[in-house]
């Protein structure tokens, strides 16, 4: 059986990048696998230039999605002034330095989940021997981050510590159960939903600790962050009515 790191993700707004085309960015009602490895690769200072650290992330770590609460959807309509052209912008300032008369503006609506909470659980895969880091170092790094860190988008910060717990020797069902809220934290009064779902992927069924019930192609397997260029991937999915009464801490 894996050991697995879990860590609590909730933000007033975060934003899960789904396939956008045209002017609508839409987001996923849960973290994707990318943007929970860029998550680990800011914490533990990784650039995003630099492709083959994000890519050994990838190949080396599984990361699983525990639903609490997907909270609500906000859709934003946005509008930003850009310059005519293709011209390259040192900065905001130097961009809107343009003749007013030349600017244009360019529409869209991008789309956020509020007040979400979400259980992430990472493990090593069978290659275990050669990933780059151990569980204790991203636990370490996801308590004090190199780089400020943010839930899909910049705008969208976390709202409490990240709060890492290493659940050795268990199947990932019985990790999420057993990870534990501080007592400070407990007093946040997150929106309790009938169902929790878990995501996964790569596990057998003793490791995951239950019978997915569908299977989804997602298309969000980091290829290239330089380039923005990503591969698909099979994620297993699984719900179950919430039980009442439960002393772990969850919300």
Not at 85 to 96: A, H, I, P, S
Not at 207 to 217: A, D, K, L, N, W
Request: charged share 25%.
């Amino acid at each position: 059986m894996p050991d697995f790191l879990v860590f609590q993700v909730y933000g007033n707004l975060a934003s899960w990048g789904d396939v956008a085309v045209g002017e609508h960015r839409p987001t996923q009602s849960y973290p994707t696998k990318s943007a929970m490895c860029g998550l680990i690769a800011a914490s533990l200072g990784l650039k995003r230039e630099n492709d083959e650290p994000h890519k050994q992330l990838n190949d080396h770590y599984g990361v699983a999605v525990c639903v609490q609460s997907q909270g609500e959807l906000l859709r934003d309509y946005h509008t930003t002034q850009v310059p005519a052209g293709n011209e390259n912008w040192f900065t905001r300032k130097d961009e809107l330095s343009f003749d007013p008369q030349e600017l244009k503006t360019i529409l869209s609506q991008r789309d956020y989940q509020m007040d979400a909470f979400y259980l992430v659980a990472i493990w090593q895969k069978k290659l275990k021997d050669t990933a780059p880091y151990s569980l204790e170092d991203i636990a370490q790094a996801l308590k004090k981050p190199v780089f400020v860190t943010s839930l899909g988008r910049k705008a969208c910060s976390p709202s409490l510590p990240y709060n890492p717990q290493l659940i050795k020797q268990t199947s990932l069902k019985n990790a999420c159960e057993t990870y534990t809220l501080p007592d400070e934290l407990i007093k946040y009064q997150l929106k309790k939903e009938a169902l929790i779902t878990w995501y996964w992927e790569d596990l057998t069924a003793e490791e995951s600790g239950m019978q997915h019930t569908m299977v989804y192609p997602r298309r969000d397997q980091v290829r290239s962050r330089k380039r923005w260029q990503f591969l698909k991937r099979k994620e297993y999915y699984f719900a179950e009515q919430r039980q009442t009464g439960n002393k772990s801490g969850r919300p």
